[in-house]
């Protein structure tokens, strides 16, 4: 089954640590400068999805993974695969404290999974 976003084993296991601690959570990806252009996780419902916002799929055991309708624009014929990397990203995400942060790691989606997500 084709899907566009998805999380490795340490990001999982980061997002599993994360969900214990402050419950439900939910990522946005928004486009912009620093930190900006990193998935940012919040609990469930904290941040407000717009009308424009654009719900990628599910990670982890149901995390939504949102991503706002500008940068969807450029990034919808990749797959995105969220990683977790050593060092401070921002102080809104909640792996902040843990001295880790999110990232994307991306590649094109292949023609057999592009047709598949746009049915």
Same mark, same amino acid.
Do not use: K
């Given at each position: 089954?084709?899907?566009?976003?998805a999380?490795?084993?340490?990001?999982?296991?980061?997002?599993?640590?994360?969900?214990?601690q402050? *419950?439900?959570v939910?990522?946005?990806?928004?486009?912009?400068?620093?930190?900006?252009?990193?998935?940012?996780?919040?609990?469930?419902?904290e941040?407000?999805?717009?009308?424009?916002?654009?719900?990628?799929?599910?990670?982890?055991?149901?995390?939504?993974?949102w991503?706002?309708?500008?940068?969807?624009?450029?990034w919808?014929?990749t797959h995105?695969t969220?990683?977790?990397?050593?060092?401070? *990203?921002s102080?809104?995400?909640?792996?902040?404290?843990?001295g880790?942060?999110?990232?994307?790691?991306?590649?094109?989606?292949?023609?057999?999974?592009?047709?598949?997500?746009d049915?």
């Amino acid at each position: 089954m084709a899907q566009r976003v998805a999380m490795t084993g340490a990001a999982l296991a980061l997002l599993r640590r994360l969900i214990e601690q402050h *419950g439900p959570v939910m990522f946005h990806q928004s486009g912009g400068c620093c930190d900006g252009s990193a998935p940012m996780c919040y609990p469930d419902g904290e941040f407000r999805v717009g009308e424009s916002d654009v719900l990628l799929g599910h990670v982890g055991d149901g995390t939504p993974f949102w991503m706002s309708a500008d940068q969807y624009a450029y990034w919808r014929h990749t797959h995105l695969t969220v990683d977790v990397v050593a060092g401070r *990203g921002s102080g809104f995400s909640l792996e902040a404290p843990e001295g880790v942060r999110f990232l994307i790691r991306s590649r094109l989606l292949t023609d057999e999974e592009l047709a598949l997500l746009d049915n």
